[in-house]
């Protein structure tokens, strides 16, 4: 039942002299949602970067569905990739809605079928249509701005969200009541890939099927949740969960 | 004063016009080149900057000179004055648009290609729109500096309003130059004034909003 849908073969990046990822190989199946935890400088974002191909790899290989990135249309992969990030990016000249119909206008979706997808995400993401589509971001809080994020994210119903630190700069609880909607929309949403990358781990542990955790452009343990807690790979992993263990017991209550 | 406008009027009208038919013209041609050379130069970082290099050089000259050096190539009259004035606002409006279009947050840039913008479309719905308060800045900056500068092109018999001040001046009266003074006052804050409703018209839904 797996299908290998996103795959690193030696991939190297760098910038000039300084080799960000020397060396990275992993496979994510469809319809996982895999959490990429790291500190920064570890390379996590690179990767992201390099999935949707803002960024090139320096050597090796990334196979999206089986292709080569390399072979394949950028600006045409890219509107089938929804991407979220941490600055949230919407735009300040346009409204919610908008902003949500940026990709389907680009595949000339009609106007009738945009409108009716907008008030659908917006209901998904659960911010009321009749009040918000025509308000401007700025008109929302952080909170709101980030779920409209989301649902721009998955506008056109791509096959794989990127979510580039997506949270980090909410308050916890607005953060805890996001991460529980994405997991609802993850599940709700059958054979959708999510990749997230965090520095959190409890948001990491909560979110991903498999966390990938980085350290210095490398991949120190690819695992679930649960075997990562109960068997890190090495001291690097143990230390960094050594805050969490205590917190095991409340997490593992959600994620059952 | 009064007495004066009585028996002038319909010069000092057809002034006003030559002014602003003088100033409007540089404005629109400078506005032209400067949009070709944004789309021709955008992303050549170092051509732009030698361009606007050039241009800050030209700008340097002082006014009176240029018309001078001028006149040997394109003669007396208004052509002569259109050409400096085009190139005066030239660069003020060539600095402003970088600036605008750079300043622009590199993050939504990012968030845009990322979406799978194109490169145009980026540039058209992104980078062009967020930059419209700095480009329309830059506009009147333009147009306040070349409705002053447009005075001395009456040496060069250009007409304008700068024929009143120097009326005044060659006959040592006041009146003339307060009249001449006032007149291109009015007619910068008209044309000021027009510019900014195109501003406004563009820009209110979500300046408004930020603003508040």
Known sequence: MTKPIIQFKHVQKRFGDNIIIPDLNFTVNQGEFVTILGSSGSGKTTTLKMINGLWQPSAGEILIDGQQISKLDQ????????????????????????????????????????????????????????????????????????????????????????????????????RSELQQEIK????????????????????????????MVMHKGQIIQFASPEVLVRHPATPFVEELLGTVQQNENLWRHQHD | MIEYWNENWPVMLEDVQQHAVMVLSSLGIALIIAIIIILLFLRRRNWLNGLVYFF?????IPSFAFFALLLPVSGLGMRTAIIVLTIYSEYVLLRSFITGIREVDPQLIEVATGMGMTKGQVFCQVQLPLALPAIFSGIQVALASTMAMAT????????????????????????????????????????????QFFAWLLTHRWKGVMEK
């Open chain 2, 56 to 60: 800050s050089l030209l700008y340097s």
């Open chain 1, 184 to 211: 609802r929309i993850h599940e709700s949403l059958a054979d959708k890939t999510f990749m997230f990358v965090t520095h959190d781990i409890n948001e990491a542990l909560f979110l991903g099927q498999r966390v």
């Open chain 1, 75 to 174: 600006v045409k992969l890219r509107r089938h990739m929804g991407y979220v990030v941490q600055q949230i990016g919407l735009f300040p000249h346009m409204t919610i809605a908008e902003n949500i119909a940026v990709v389907p206008k680009m595949l000339q979706w009609s106007h009738s079928k945009i409108d009716r997808r907008v008030k659908e995400l917006l209901e998904l993401v659960r911010l009321e249509p009749g009040v918000y589509a025509n308000r401007y971001p700025q008109q929302l809080s952080g909170g709101q701005q980030q779920r409209v994020g989301v649902a721009r994210a998955l506008a056109t119903n791509p096959p794989y969200v990127l979510f580039d630190e997506p949270f980090g700069a909410l308050d916890a609880l607005t």
């Open chain 2, 152 to 195: 001395i092109a009456a040496t060069i018999s250009a007409g304008g309003l700068g024929q009143l001040l120097f009326e005044g001046l060659q006959g040592q009266q006041v009146v003339p130059i307060l009249w001449g003074t006032v007149l291109t006052m009015a007619l910068t804050l008209v044309c000021a004034g027009i510019v």
